[in-house]
C-alpha cells in the first residue's frame, strides 16, 4: 500500500483547465463512470467532497467531482496541482500548512482543512492525474479510508486508461477509414474503374466510373460473368483469358492485360486492367479477384504516333543513301557517335552496336591516315567555332579499298558545354572521279596530252615562286616551234599534221626528267620549263631533242619518213622576274631568232 507522502511546494499556474483538442477525453458513458466513482468515494469515507483531476499533455482538468463544484480557475488548479505526484498525499489541517492556509478554497468557503490525494498512474507509470478527497474539518483519514482512496485512484486510472485506448483506437480507425474514402474518390476521380470478381459464383461487380469509362450507368451492367467477355474485342478475348488462367494457376504474380472494350455506343477503347486474387481455397483455387481498369486509349494512340514516327525516321535513316550520324563531344573533348544509321554498313564497312552507337575508334581506323588528323581537326574547328562541319575525306575500307568521303553536319551547343553533331556521311568516290576527269579535260591538250596553255602558266608560275622563296635555284624556260609546219599539213593532209604533233610531243616528253614540264601553246608552238637549269643546261636538251627528231623522223603509215625540224628559243627565269610571262617572253623572242637564223636553230635570250 502506498504511503501518504508530505505535501510539495509545487504549481503549474501555466497548464491548460481544458481538455487538450484532439483529446481522448472522457465523455459522456465513462465521464458518467468518474461521477460514481467520486460519488463512491465520498460516501465511503465521509467526506465532505471528492475530485478526479485529469492530466494530459499540456491540459489538466477536473473531471468529475462529488460534493462541492470546483471552479476551474488557475488558482484553483493550483490547489489541484499539489497533489499531482507519484505518491498519495495527506494534509490533515490546511489552516496548519503555510503554503495552503491562503488559498481562497481553504480560507473562504468551502473552507476546505482536510486535503488527501492518490495519484491515477498508467500500467506504464505514466502520471494521468489525482484522486481527491476534502473535508471542511481537519482529520487524520483512517487506514481504511486511505485504502479506500488509493484503491478508487486504481480503478480510475484503470477506467481512464481503457477509454483513452479505446479512443484513440477509434482515432486510428476513423483515420484509416478516412484515408480509404479518399483513396476510393482519388481512384474513382483518375477514371479508373474497379472491379471484383466473384470467381465461383461466375460474378464480376463493376464500380460506377468502371461503367463510366464505357459510358453506361450504375444501373446498366448485369454482374454475369459470361456478359463482361461479350465486351472484350474478338482479337483480344484469347489472350485475356489466357492471361487470366495463367494468373488463377498462379503462374504469374499479378493479372496485367491491354486489350479492347466495347463501349455502351459500339465503339472500342483500351484498356489496362490490373488484377489480383486476393483469396483462394486451401488448395490455391481462386476464390475472388480484384482489380482496375484504365482506359489506355489516348496514351494508345500517342504510342502508335510515336511507333509511326519512329519507324519513319528509321525507315529514312536506313533508305537515304549515306551514314546518317548524331556526334557528341563533351566539353573535355572526348568523343563518341551516339546514332550511326545503317548506312555505316557501306560507309565505313562497320557494324553499329545493338543501340545504334559505335565508338570513334572504329571509325577512325578507317579513316586515310593521311586524313584522319585533318579530319580530327575539322570537328575541333566546327566545335570551338559553332560552324557546320563539312569535309572530303579518304577512306580505307577491306572491301572498296581507297574510297573517298563527304561529310557534313550542323553543330549544337548544349547547356552542359557539350556539341552535338547531326549530319550525312555520302559517298563521293565517282564524284572525285568526274571532277579528276574534268580537271585533266581542262587542263590537258587532248591531241598531244601534254598540258594545255592554261595548266602549263600554272606550272610556270608555281616555278617562279619557287625561285622567289629561293633564289639559288634555276629554271630555264624554252619555246619551241615546228618549222615550215604548214607545209606538212598542206602537203599530207591535216590527219599526218596532228600525228607530227603527237610524234614530236612523244620525243620531247622522253626528254624530260620527274620535274621539268612541257606544254602545248597552240598550233605548232610547245613550251618547256626545266627545273633547276641553266641556260647551257638548257641549250643542251634543246640539242638533244633536235638530234632525236633527226633521227627519228615520223613515220605515217603506208608512206615514206618525213623529216621533221624545231626552232628553239631559251630563256632564263629570274627570281626577280615580276610575272611568269616575263620569262616566257624572253624564250619567245629568242625563238624569233632562232627562226630568222634559218629554222632548226637554238638561240638563247
Ligand atoms: N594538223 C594540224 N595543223 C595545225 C594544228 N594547229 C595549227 N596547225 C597548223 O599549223 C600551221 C602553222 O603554220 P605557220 O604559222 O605558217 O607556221 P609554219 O608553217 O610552221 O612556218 P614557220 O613556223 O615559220 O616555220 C597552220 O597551217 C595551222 O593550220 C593542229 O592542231 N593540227
Given amino acids: 500500500m502506498p504511503t501518504f507522502a508530505k505535501l510539495d511546494d509545487a504549481s503549474d499556474q501555466d497548464r491548460s483547465t481544458e481538455p487538450p483538442g484532439n483529446s481522448t477525453t472522457l465523455h459522456t458513458t465513462a465521464d458518467r463512470q468518474l461521477e460514481r466513482l467520486t460519488r463512491t468515494a465520498q460516501r465511503l469515507t465521509g467526506t465532505d467532497s471528492s475530485a478526479i483531476l485529469l492530466v494530459e499533455g499540456d491540459h489538466q482538468w477536473i473531471a468529475a467531482s462529488a460534493g462541492h463544484v470546483f471552479p476551474d480557475t488557475p488558482r484553483t488548479l493550483s490547489f489541484f496541482y499539489h497533489a499531482l505526484q507519484r505518491t498519495p498525499i495527506l494534509v490533515e489541517d490546511t489552516l496548519a500548512d503555510p ?138 478475348i484469347d489472350y485475356v483469358r489466357a ?190 572521279r568526274i571532277e579528276t576527269q574534268w580537271q585533266a579535260l581542262a587542263t590537258t591538250d587532248s591531241l598531244t596530252q601534254l598540258p594545255n596553255r592554261h595548266a602549263f602558266m600554272t606550272s610556270l608560275a608555281a616555278e617562279l615562286a619557287r625561285l622567289q622563296r629561293d633564289s639559288t635555284r634555276m629554271a630555264a624556260v624554252l619555246m619551241l616551234d615546228l618549222d615550215y609546219f604548214k607545209s606538212i599539213n598542206d602537203r599530207w593532209g591535216h590527219a599526218t599534221g596532228d600525228a607530227a604533233l603527237r610524234h614530236f610531243a612523244s620525243l620531247l616528253r622522253r626528254q624530260l626528267r620527274q620535274a621539268d614540264v612541257a606544254g602545248r601553246m597552240g598550233g605548232e608552238e610547245f613550251a618547256v620549263i626545266l627545273h633547276g637549269a641553266d641556260t647551257a643546261a638548257a641549250a643542251a636538251f634543246a640539242r638533244r631533242l633536235q638530234e632525236s627528231l633527226e633521227t627519228t623522223p615520223l613515220q605515217p603509215e603506208g608512206q615514206g619518213p618525213i623529216a621533221l625540224t624545231v626552232s628553239i628559243g631559251i630563256a632564263a627565269m629570274y627570281a626577280s622576274d615580276g610575272t611568269p610571262e616575263l620569262a616566257l617572253s624572253r624564250s619567245d623572242q629568242a625563238l624569233y631568232r632562232a627562226k630568222a637564223a634559218g629554222r632548226n636553230c637554238i638561240e638563247i635570250g
Fill in 99 to 236: 503554503r495552503m492556509r491562503h488559498h481562497p478554497l481553504v480560507a473562504q468557503a468551502p473552507g476546505i482543512r482536510m486535503y488527501a490525494a492518490s495519484p491515477l498512474l498508467a500500467e506504464d507509470g505514466t502520471l494521468l492525474g489525482a484522486f481527491y478527497l476534502f473535508d471542511h474539518r481537519p482529520q487524520a483519514l483512517c487506514a481504511m479510508h486511505r485504502t479506500c482512496l488509493d484503491e478508487l485512484a486504481g480503478v480510475t486510472a484503470s477506467a481512464v486508461q481503457q477509454s483513452r485506448a479505446l479512443a484513440s483506437m477509434t482515432a486510428r480507425n476513423t483515420t484509416l477509414m478516412e484515408k480509404e474514402r479518399r483513396m476510393l474518390l482519388a481512384i474513382e476521380g483518375s477514371g479508373t474503374g474497379i472491379w471484383d470478381r466473384n470467381v465461383a459464383a461466375d460474378e464480376i461487380h463493376y464500380s460506377r466510373s468502371w461503367k463510366a469509362l464505357l459510358g453506361y450507368r450504375e444501373h446498366e451492367l448485369t454482374n454475369r460473368l459470361m456478359d463482361s467477355y461479350l465486351r472484350v474485342h474478338p482479337d483480344d
Fill in 243 to 432: 492471361t487470366i488462367q495463367a494468373h488463377f494457376e498462379q503462374k504469374t504474380e499479378s493479372y496485367e492485360v491491354e486489350h479492347r472494350l466495347r463501349c455502351k455506343d459500339g465503339s472500342y477503347i483500351w484498356v489496362s486492367s490490373r488484377g489480383k486474387v486476393v483469396s483462394r481455397t486451401p488448395d490455391g483455387k481462386p476464390l475472388r479477384m480484384v482489380g482496375t481498369t484504365q482506359d489506355i486509349t489516348a496514351m494508345r494512340t500517342i504510342s502508335e504516333r510515336l511507333r509511326q514516327s519512329a519507324k519513319l525516321l528509321s525507315d529514312l535513316s536506313s533508305e537515304v543513301p549515306g551514314l546518317m550520324f548524331q556526334r557528341q563531344q563533351r566539353a573535355d573533348g572526348t568523343a563518341h557517335y551516339s546514332y550511326v544509321s545503317a548506312g555505316i554498313a557501306d560507309m565505313y564497312e562497320l557494324d553499329p552496336e545493338e543501340d545504334n552507337t559505335i565508338a570513334p575508334e572504329a571509325i577512325h581506323a578507317r579513316i586515310h591516315p593521311d586524313d584522319l588528323q585533318t579530319y580530327l581537326t575539322s570537328f575541333e574547328t566546327s566545335a570551338t567555332q559553332q560552324k557546320p562541319w563539312q569535309l572530303e575525306y579518304r577512306v580505307m575500307l577491306p572491301r572498296q579499298g581507297l574510297r573517298w568521303r563527304y561529310g557534313h553536319a550542323r553543330p549544337q551547343r548544349l547547356e552542359d558545354g557539350t556539341t552535338v553533331w547531326h549530319g550525312l556521311i555520302t559517298d563521293a568516290t565517282e564524284r572525285k
